[in-house]
């Protein structure tokens, strides 16, 4: 299916866990998440999107701050309202698919706005509704006209998920999206079969059924995810929110019957190796009951480079603290190095990288070894990489028994080595 101005193609542009506002404070790294959400608007503009669909993580917080909520909305205004028509013909009950909108309709359809990419939205657990009202950051967003709120799911014991029902020549296209629920009350809700997601009465099997949620999606224990095999067959495309690694280029699973993509986030939250993947947002073509997505690489994104090295390996005396501290320097240095030479192969790029990246460095200090002050170790990195305050991560290894202590030490799953 070609990129092209086709009127029977829906266009949309996808992608989760944008987290703006995130180390907002941080005098280096504070507007990172605006920065590449305005990249991502940007492309939603460049391609002539029919919409934008986001997976949830919109915000960090259930509460951004006040300069973060200010630049959200005015980066939403100067690119999704203006003159550009939207051929999207909603045919749904609005009042059912957007409940807690007075205003009785999405917001290209308001006759007070001028939208040109209208923005649809489910929350993530970072930016759930709570507190008086029962609100978030995404209610004030839509209430301002600058985007469309859904997917809210206010009896969590009995999930009925109603699709907007959305038009553009012949393709039909049924959206359905549910919000974060905590994992293990949407497993049981499940399992009492009191998950519905309703069907459209006239010509069920003509349309595009495209389902958005943001879950645990990997188990990561019992009842602390969502098995793919609970959600309704007969989906075509599940965009997963949630899961911050990268894996945007559909995989069809036969447990669902469906494909899945999951555009994994927009910026690195915590220093792990799935953060350190390329990150990308995807262009959705829907004709008919068919679809292609292809992938986009993010170009405003920080730089991530993440290793790993064993002490145990390296052959040095464990009471030398200095010349641990000597290898630990050159094994930075080396990935600083590294850093540098990829974003000079980026420079013939329309954007460049922020100067300074981010390292992770884990550090296995079995058989003896003693680790130090990581802060002051990264005082020496102070002008040159984004994290200095956390570049190295010491952990011991699983089951390890110290010969001097005799203690077996356990490993989170995080940290596996990539050698193993």
Known sequence: MEDTEDLNIIKILIATDTHLGYMDKDPVRGNDSLNTFEEILSIAVEKKVDMLLLGGDLFHDNKPSRWTLYK????????????????????????????????????????????????????????????????????????AGLLNYFGRADDIENIKVTP????????????????????????????????QFLRPVESPDDW????????????????????????????????????HDCFIEPEF???????????????????TEGEALPKHVGLLQIRGVEFNLKKILLKTVRPFFAAEVSLSDSGIDPHSTDEVRNFLF?????ILS???????????????????????????????????????????FNDKVANPNDILLFYKRRGFCDPQGGHKYLLDEIFYTKNK
């Not at 013909?89 to 006759?111: H, K």
């Not at 959305?166 to 009191?194: H, I, M, P, S």
């Not at 100067?355 to 460095?361: E, G, K, T």
């Open 72 to 143: 959200t909305m005015e980066l939403m205004r100067e690119y999704c309202l203006g003159e550009r028509p939207c051929f999207l013909e909603i045919l749904s009950d609005q009042s059912v698919n957007f409940p807690s909108n007075r205003f009785g309709c999405v917001n290209y359809e308001d006759a007070n706005y001028n939208v040109s990419i209208p923005v649809f939205v489910i929350h993530g657990n970072h930016d759930d509704p709570s507190g008086d009202g029962n609100l978030c950051a995404l209610d004030i967003l839509s209430v």
């Open 164 to 195: 907007i029902l959305l038009e553009k020549g012949t393709t039909r296209l049924a959206l359905y999206g549910l919000g974060n629920v905590r994992d293990e009350r949407l497993y049981r809700t499940f399992l009492n079969q009191k998950v």
């Open 208 to 243: 595009f059924n495209l389902f958005v949620i943001h879950q645990n999606r990997v188990n990561r224990g019992p009842k602390n995810y969502i098995p793919e095999s609970f959600l309704a067959n007969f989906f075509h495309l599940v965009v997963w929110g949630h899961e």
């Open 253 to 271: 699973r036969e447990a669902g019957n469906f494909y899945i993509s999951q555009p994994g986030s927009t910026i690195a939250t915590s220093l």
């Open 330 to 334: 050159k094994e930075v240095s080396s």
């Open 338 to 380: 590294e850093a540098t030479e990829a974003r000079g192969l980026e420079e013939a790029g329309v954007k460049i990288r922020p100067l300074l990246p981010l390292i992770r460095l884990k550090v296995e200090y079995s058989g003896g070894y003693t680790p130090f002050n990581i802060a002051r170790f990264g005082q020496h």
